[in-house]
Nanobody, 122 residues
Framework: QVRLVESGGGLVQPGGSLRLSCATS??????????MNWYRQAPGKERELVAT????????NYVDSVKGRFTISRDNSKSTVYLQMNSLKPEDTAVYYC?????????????WGQGTQVTVSS
């Protein structure tokens, strides 16, 4: 059973920052075979892809609404992916999920975390 565990969510005022983490102990030996993604889902809305990072961390991509404010990174030695969120806005309020998408030898394997709540409010 593979578990992705998100942490770092919480309540923050507009303009504030949070750093989310997503860690796994079951993929320690193969973490570098997974593209890592952060998604979010706000109440009443569909889940949307927020950020993606390549297996080596050299390539990243973001949804337009977070460009310049969010930064995705990974530490393969710790089997962990991060999402640094700055200049947070109320519309960033959502449950944030990480997803691992296998490539190469791990092709076809996908895993989701359980999510962490981020609330941006004054």
């Amino acid at each position: 059973q593979v578990r992705l565990v998100e942490s770092g969510g919480g309540l923050v005022q507009p303009g504030g920052s949070l750093r989310l983490s997503c860690a796994t102990s079951e993929l320690t030996l193969t973490f570098s075979r997974y593209i890592m993604n952060w998604y979010r889902q706000a109440p009443g809305k569909e889940r949307e892809l927020v950020a993606t990072i390549s297996t080596t961390g050299t390539g990243t991509n973001y949804v337009d609404s977070v460009k310049g404010r969010f930064t995705i990174s990974r530490d393969n030695s710790k089997s962990t992916v991060y999402l640094q969120m700055n200049s947070l806005k109320p519309e960033d309020t959502a449950v944030y999920y990480c997803k691992a998408v296998g490539v190469g030898a791990a092709n076809g394997l996908n895993y989701w975390g359980q999510g962490t709540q981020v609330t941006v409010s004054s």
